[in-house]
T-cell receptor, first 118, second 112 residues
Framework: DTGVSQNPRHKITKRGQNVTFRCDPI?????LYWYRQTLGQGPEFLTY????????KSRLLSDRFSAERPKGSFSTLEIQRTEQGDSAMYLC????????????????FGQGTRLTVV | GQQLNQSPQSMFIQEGEDVSMNCTSS?????WLWYKQEPGEGPVLLIA?????ELTSNGRLTAQFGITRKDSFLNISASIPSDVGIYFC????????????FGKGTSLLVTP
């Protein structure tokens, strides 16, 4: 399968612990995004990479959050000192930057990592 | 980011009925995307719209890009139980161009 893959699918952690999630995008996609989704809401943008460069961060991405994409392929999202308010579905998406065309914005999502902080 | 308003918030219909939902914004969008999300899964892209007035179909789904560029509609014909899920509209944020702004979704339940 060549879709976006996220691991783990579920994570339960105690408040104050650090957690790390992994995303493997569609192989030819050079853009990678992280979103967060809480119950009853649509996904909210967190951060964006083009290749290995992190080009944009949302105000939602507090100092406790860090994302990397070291070789321009897979990405990790780490949350330090987790809080109960961090409980959410964390979604990764990827897209292909074309030289021209609006299709740049077509993002394909993984199945998400459900984080529960207790 | 720009706010997207989806209506209705939820729909409960019988199998075979047609469904219509819409998405509006106070801002202009150059692209409209419609996604479907099933419980415990990520959103799946259904239809992408790029031009004002454009009408695009994907099987039983049809979506239109409003001529004002501030709205979009999604219709599902002859609904079936596997249409159950939450339907989201999304459009690129004008400030970033890369981030997508999503509505809160329309939840669809279909009874056999």
């Amino acid at each position: 399968d060549t879709g976006v893959s996220q691991n783990p699918r579920h994570k339960i952690t105690k408040r104050g612990q650090n957690v790390t999630f992994r995303c493997d995008p569609i192989s030819e996609h050079n853009r990678l995004y992280w979103y967060r989704q809480t119950l009853g809401q649509g996904p909210e943008f967190l951060t964006y990479f083009q290749n290995e460069a992190q080009l944009e961060k949302s105000r939602l991405l507090s100092d406790r959050f860090s994302a990397e994409r070291p070789k321009g392929s897979f990405s990790t999202l780490e949350i330090q000192r987790t809080e109960q308010g961090d409980s959410a579905m964390y979604l990764c998406a990827s897209s292909l930057k074309l030289a021209e065309g609006p299709q740049n914005t077509e993002a394909f999502f993984g199945q998400g990592t459900r984080l529960t902080v207790v | 980011g720009q706010q997207l308003n989806q209506s209705p918030q939820s729909m409960f219909i019988q199998e075979g009925e047609d469904v219509s939902m819409n998405c509006t914004s106070s801002s202009i969008f150059n692209t409209w995307l419609w996604y479907k999300q099933e419980p415990g899964e990520g959103p799946v892209l259904l239809i992408a719209l790029y031009k004002a007035g454009e009408l695009t179909s994907n099987g039983r789904l049809t979506a239109q890009f409003g001529i004002t560029r501030k709205d979009s509609f999604l219709n599902i014909s002859a609904s079936i139980p596997s249409d159950v899920g939450i339907y989201f509209c999304a459009g690129p944020d004008s400030n970033s161009g890369y981030a997508l702004n999503f509505g809160k979704g329309t939840s669809l339940l279909v009874t056999p």
